[in-house]
């Protein structure tokens, strides 16, 4: 007789899984998942802000929506000192986009969001909050919905 059971899903809460997915825990390589988006930005950047600063590289992606209401970020992509021109198209369930500023650069103001052809503008055609990693360390949020920049108290130690 034939077990008509369907295989578990994977689960960010677990291991391997005789009939596929996870069960407790999942294996390094499965996306980690958090409470909140604001969590998941902050976690991506505190990864990607000490390398960014040690190359003088801006590093971003996206956070999205999963289906079971967590957010998990995608691995931080390399751009240039001068921006992040190979940030992929928004998907359907991004919800936020981060970026670093790399090592700071007299020729940039790397302590803060650049402006309307920068990354507000960003923020603003993709209707998605930003978030920001600077050389300092210090985490700042964007909303396009209202201009207004705040500072976490989070860090990101570069």
Known sequence: MTDSKPATPPSAAGGANPAGGCVTPCPASAPKKYATAE???VAAMQEANPKSVKEGREYGGWV???????YSYDPPLRGTKDGMTNMPSKGSD???WYHTHGANDPGYDNENFSGDTGDKGYSKANNAPGYLATPSGAIKKYDPATGAVTTLPSRAPP
């Open 94 to 96: 991004d919800v936020i």
């Open 39 to 41: 969590e998941a930005a």
């Open 64 to 70: 999205h929506k999963n289906s079971d209401g967590t």
